[in-house]
């Protein structure tokens, strides 16, 4: 039976910085480069936005953060809006790095343009209530959290994101997330996404903890778990009849460039489904991120991914499964 539908998702839309200050001379689908067509190609595009959307706020300044991202929504929504995102995750430790006015304010924008978003909100069951987005005549329901930057936390009262510790206490942690994946079930989706903007900068494997953590997710409910974080792509495993994109690198940033992990390629994930929402294949296109825009990776560069990919998802037992397929790699599911 051929794929009825077609999901992409990416890591970290970091528009911040250098890429909102080279924006202002280009137009506004000039940031996903060559990919733009690849992005609006998907049925459904997904991925975590890493910055927040205003020109307003002060930068925080309550905890020690090293960095600050905001994008000016004048021409970040337009782009967000030109690559055709369905959804976009809030759960993670830069959007209130302009205080509460900027948090409000990308609510606002992303709402305004009809985006749908989850992991932060006015309050704590704002930030953890989950997402309900239709693809065609799938729905897919999404829940979002992160470990990252824990003083950026809502709670009852006040503002911020979907924060758990993810295992350090594990009763304490998984109430929450319990809590968000039943909401989810109720609403009966074809397909339930969580998206976990967790762990480490900069590592290429994943802590014991954190795989354990994505295991009982599956074993919850969860159909795919959509990671980010580390700023490269980690293994992609199959969990019972789930599938665990475990991080899913970047797809547009200003960041220096490690030349081990080459943080500055990755891949852009494609999830496709049968009529039902059914897992079918996890399809892996190679990138790079070059002059502040995401670009096709071929020949050298789409090696290296494919390679690195092999040896990043030994662990989880996929890496035979994964085959090429042009310039990337495909995995039956």
Known sequence: MPAAYSLGFVGDVMLGRGV????VRRPPAAVWGDVHERLRGFDGLFGNLEC????????WTRTRRAFHFRANPDWAVPALRAAAFDWLCLANNHVLDYEVVALRDTL????GADIPHAGAGETAAAAWAPSLVRVGDLEVAVVACTDNTPEYAADADSPGVAWTGMGLDEAADRAPVRGAIERARREDPDLLVASLHWGPNMVAEPDEGYVEFGHWLCEAGVDLVHGHSAHNFQGVEVHGDSLVLHDTGDLVDDYAVDRTLRNDRGFVFEVRLDAGGG???LRLHPIRIHDYAAH????????WCRERM?????LFGTAEALERAGEGLVLEV
């Open 279 to 281: 897992l079918r294949e």
């Open 108 to 111: 606002d924008a992303l709402s």
């Open 296 to 303: 096709e990776a071929t020949g050298s560069a789409a090696a």
């Open 310 to 314: 092999r040896e990043r998802s030994r």
């Open 52 to 59: 927040c959307l205003s020109t307003r706020g002060t930068a």
């Open 20 to 23: 909102d200050r080279q924006q």
